[in-house]
């Protein structure tokens, strides 16, 4: 009777609902993300290996594809059914929008913790909780050991400037730019210096340091241009708007008042679906036509009462709009670019008007100049003396569509991290250097611990395993450098040693010659902020999937007729 009653008690899912617990459980999660951080991982390094996605969740025309190394672009095009797995790709997006760079390291790592997890829990039997206080005490240990070898230089320009080109320089190693990465890292630091040029004026102590609100990506569009080679990429002081003047407009201003909206600039025609209109000759359609001419010169009318002498439009901008605001030498610029206008109301100092009612109410944008240029074969307006700030463009050309798309995504992670360095201008140094680093400190802490091990619990032991498991996973990361350019492990095995013997060495691996190598003297630097923040998200990652005892999948919701 009481075992009838028991597995009555079970049955609490709705039909179509699943639910695995225990053992199963958790092995489904540590296979899931394991898995998620193969993927991803031989991608890792200056030596790592590309991936061609087809389709992929933003682009379901299965026919398109993307040649990508980019572990943010990966994750966010692959679908996965496995919980944890998503759990791994929510936290690289963070890592993503928070520095721009380090989301494969973050995926990797979490996937190694896991990896040495599973062992320790189907092989020593160490309860989840054991491991999760030892992670987290060799985390504690970990970050001291990485803010002890960062470095500031932000007190000394010079110095920064060299940090930054650095930091820029390390990411783009692994890019499709590896091969221009000086010529792209001076880009990209050039833009990020640019933009915050006004910030750092205002500092007292010539410092150029702190605070770096105003160093607004916003400022920094990147404009791409087929044709030419890379190496003809370049930085335009400016924004640069991929239009054309309108026909019969000034194609030179001064001095502009620029007015950015979003409204409908055609013939206000009735707009009701299916409504027809009956007219008993020709005059009344000349007088509907009339009447509707009317109505879009009162608009305009109400545009020019704002005093612009710039008209910027997202939306079309028909002949007899257009003939009108030739007539009163205001230049109109139509179909502006529709993702990109409020970056350009941003840089103008402006704001986007939907409406016209209230010209006192708006913000007009600014700016000393606006003209055409040419780039290649294509003409582009250019802004220049912007009113909103010191904004640029970085101007990109290539061969093909994929190649600037990867371009694209390198830059962007490069101008991410450096203004990340702007922010917390710690750096720290990579190679392997700081992955070695941490786990030496760790296992410098385990050793002074060795005495007390006598008087320990079980428990303890396996606080200390579990430490011992988050040393070796760090580790992983060089190894998988090495491995993913061909290096044996031998190499690995020396960093480590050097380390442990060196406590704040500034020792590498060459993943080029598998030779050791000073990774200060190389200029193989990272930003200590992406360096942290992959190491805390991996561990917060790691340690949320493996608390976990019990997966239910909701039943799905019916269609109903």
């Known amino acids: ?26 092995l489904g999660n540590f296979m899931g993300a394991i898995a998620l951080s193969d ?45 944890a797995a998503k759990i791994l790709i929510d936290i ?28 320790l829990i189907m092989v ?3 309860h989840p909780q054991v491991i999760v206080d030892g ?59 640019r933009i915050g040029e006004a910030d750092s004026a205002s500092t007292t102590d010539g ?41 019969g407009q000034p194609k030179v201003m001064k001095d502009c008042k620029v007015l950015v909206a979003n409204t409908p600039m055609d013939t206000d025609k009735i707009k009701i679906f299916g409504a027809r209109v009956k007219v008993d000759s020709v005059d009344a359609v000349a007088n509907i036509e009339k009447a509707e001419k009317e109505k879009m010169k009162a608009k305009v009318e109400r545009i020019l009462a704002f005093g612009c002498n710039v008209f910027i439009n997202r939306q079309l901008i028909y002949n007899y709009p257009e003939e009108i605001f030739a007539e009163r030498g205001v230049m109109a610029i139509e179909h502006a670019d529709f993702d990109g206008v409020e970056r350009l109301a941003f840089a103008l100092g402006g704001e986007v008007v939907s409406q016209f009612e209230t010209p006192d109410q708006a913000r007009l944008g600014g700016c000393d100049m606006i003209d055409e240029m040419m780039i290649g074969e294509d003409t ?75 008087e320990g619990s079980a428990a303890r032991s396996g606080k200390k395993l579990a430490m011992e498991a988050f040393r070796d996973a760090l580790m992983q990361i060089p190894l998988i450098l090495a491995e993913n350019a061909g290096i044996q492990s031998e190499s690995v095995d020396d960093l480590e040693q050097t380390h442990r013997r060196q406590p704040r060495s500034r020792i590498g691996i060459d993943v080029t010659t598998g030779e050791l190598l000073d990774s200060e003297a190389a200029g193989i630097t990272e930003s200590f902020h992406s360096k942290a923040s992959s190491l805390e998200y991996a561990a917060e990652a790691a340690e949320m999937i493996l608390r976990v005892d019990n997966v239910i999948r909701c039943a799905p919701r019916q269609r109903t007729r």
């Open 1 to 26: 009777m009481q075992e009838s009653r028991y597995n009555a008690s079970l049955d609490i899912l709705k039909a179509g609902a699943s639910e695995s617990k225990g053992e199963e459980c958790r």
């Open 39 to 83: 993927l991803v991982k031989t991608t890792l390094g200056p030596h790592g290996m590309d991936k061609i996605l087809v389709g992929g969740a933003h682009r379901p025309d299965r026919s398109t594809c993307n040649v990508t190394n980019d572990g943010a672009t990966i994750l966010k095009s692959i679908h996965v059914d496995n919980p």
């Open 92 to 119: 690289s997006k963070t890592q993503d929008e928070e520095v721009g760079d380090g989301t494969t390291s973050v995926c990797v790592l979490a996937g190694e913790l896991l990896r040495k997890a599973e062992q």
């Open 124 to 126: 020593k039997q160490i």
């Open 135 to 193: 992670w987290r005490a060799a985390v504690k240990i970990a970050r001291a050991a990485l803010e002890d070898s960062a470095v500031n230089n932000s007190s000394k320009p010079e110095l920064f400037r060299r940090d930054l080109l650095a930091v820029a320089r390390t990411t783009l190693s692994s890019k499709v730019l590896n091969t221009l990465k000086e010529h792209f890292s001076e880009l990209a630091v050039d833009a990020v210096m």
């Open 207 to 247: 410092s150029i340091s702190g605070g770096r609100n105003a160093r607004n990506l916003e400022l920094i569009s990147i404009m791409k241009k087929l044709g030419g080679t890379l190496e003809e990429s370049s930085l335009q002081p400016g924004f640069l708007l991929d239009k054309k003047i309108g026909t």
């Open 380 to 454: 582009v307006i250019r802004f220049t003396g912007l009113k909103g700030g010191k904004a640029c463009t970085i101007v990109l050309r290539g061969s093909s569509q994929q190649v600037l798309d990867e371009a694209d995504r390198s830059l962007r992670d490069a101008l991410c991290i450096v203004q990340s360095t702007t922010r917390d201008p710690r750096v720290v140094y990579g190679a392997g250097c700081s992955e070695a680093l941490m786990a030496a400190a760790i296992h410098r802490e385990l050793n002074k611990a060795v005495e007390s091990e006598s």
